[in-house]
Nanobody, 126 residues
Framework: QVKLLESGGGSVQAGGSLNLSCAAS?????????MAWFRQAPGKEREGVAA????????HYIDSVKGRFTISQNNADNTMHLHMTTLKVEDTAMYYC??????????????????WGQGTQVIVSS
């Protein structure tokens, strides 16, 4: 069983930055994982934002965050991070950490991921 715990959410003005972290614990039996950040705004579906394959660090982003968000990993302590810059009001959402054993071929789909954190709130005000 893999447990995920997010931290680092908060409130920030548009144009500001936030760093989210996800700590993985438990029985990490797979040699590699696809780790991802999803977000869900009120009244909207949950969407994949960024993903990273722990095997080689390959990253993926949705177009709306490219150049603004950076996903990274630290295999030494099983953490993943999302560095968010130039935040926009439309980035406001609950952000979730997700994990799946294997590669990130279908990372945009929630169905790919069997492990989820509880979420951390990000609020961006104008």
């Amino acid at each position: 069983q893999v447990k995920l715990l997010e931290s680092g959410g908060g409130s920030v003005q548009a144009g500001g930055s936030l760093n989210l972290s996800c700590a993985a614990s438990g029985y990490l039996s797979s040699p590699s994982y696809c780790m991802a950040w999803f977000r869900q705004a009120p009244g909207k579906e949950r969407e994949g934002v960024a993903a990273i394959w722990t095997h080689d660090g390959r990253t993926h982003y949705i177009d709306s965050v490219k150049g603004r968000f950076t996903i990274s990993q630290n295999n030494a302590d099983n953490t993943m991070h999302l560095h968010m810059t130039t935040l926009k009001v439309e980035d406001t959402a609950m952000y979730y950490c997700a994990a799946s054993s294997g590669a990130c071929g279908t990372w945009r789909s929630q169905m790919t991921f069997g492990y989820w954190g509880q979420g951390t709130q990000v609020i961006v005000s104008s």
